[in-house]
């Protein structure tokens, strides 16, 4: 496990999902933990469960006000800003690129692009100030290779992972790291609703014939957020069974 003590991260759509067990693993790592998202009745109740310290505060990630309050609240609570995990997102549904609305392509960029800036763009001048820090953005297998039916999706997960390698280069002489993990299927409330299910051999797609785990993200996220990942920056971590290596032997035996 990596060791959190006495550092301060941030997660956002902390609420849930991937969000909420990034902060189970980092209190368990000895971190204090500000989760956020719109979800304010679950958020409460997740920070609730995770112990004294812990906070929760509703939290529109497209909002530069909500940004300002997020980081003020965190500085008041804990002294300090040590860690932000930007992971709160939406998927914006399954449509081929043509029948993508633009509606829906821009509310998707909006929170799972715009809200990761936002995020950085507030966050930084606090890390400078306490000499440095690790932002951790929750980019996607969908930003490491073309993902049919996810456009708007797939186009702000790419954006993120070229938004950290941004962070990663201006800010290294600050020590602040920026880094990204790839997740790929993982079995999550979100996922449960479209019938990915747990166990070995549920998604053939992958050299490890199974989806992940929120725990085997969480796990790489607070590696990166620790001092363990100290000359790590601008690295993209895909934690997804190999999905983006390549075909499988059975996939291309079934061609």
């Given at each position: ?222 590696f990166l957020l620790s001092d363990a990942a100290s000359y790590i920056t601008g690295a993209e971590l895909a934690v ?16």
């Amino acid at each position: 496990m990596a060791d959190l003590q006495g550092k301060t991260v941030i997660i956002t759509g902390g609420a849930r999902g991937l969000g909420a067990e990034a902060g189970r693993v980092a209190v368990a790592a000895g971190a204090r933990v500000v989760l956020t998202d719109v979800l304010a009745e679950e958020g409460r109740t997740q920070a609730e469960k995770l112990g004294e310290d812990v906070r929760f505060l509703r939290h529109d990630v497209t909002s530069e006000a909500d940004w300002r309050e997020v980081v003020d609240f965190t500085v008041a609570a804990f002294g300090r800003v040590d860690g932000l995990v930007n992971n709160a997102g939406i998927s914006g549904g399954s449509h081929p690129l043509e029948q993508q609305s633009v509606e829906g392509f821009r509310q998707v960029i909006d929170i799972n692009l715009t809200g990761v800036f936002l995020g950085m763009r507030t966050v930084i001048p606090v890390m400078r100030e306490n000499g440095g820090g690790s932002i951790v953005n929750m980019s996607s297998a969908a930003g490491l290779m073309g993902l049919a039916l996810t456009a708007g999706y797939g186009a702000a997960k790419w954006g993120v992972r070229g938004l950290t390698k941004v962070g990663a280069v201006e800010l290294g002489t600050a020590r602040i790291r920026v880094n990204s993990v790839h997740p790929g299927m993982v079995h999550t409330p979100m996922t449960a609703q479209v019938g990915i299910a747990q166990g070995e051999g549920n998604y053939p797609q992958t050299p490890m014939a199974r989806v992940g785990e929120p725990p085997e993200i969480a796990e790489a996220v607070a590696f990166l957020l620790s001092d363990a990942a100290s000359y790590i920056t601008g690295a993209e971590l895909a934690v997804d069974g190999g999905w983006t290596t390549g075909p499988t032997v059975q996939q291309l035996i079934g061609r």
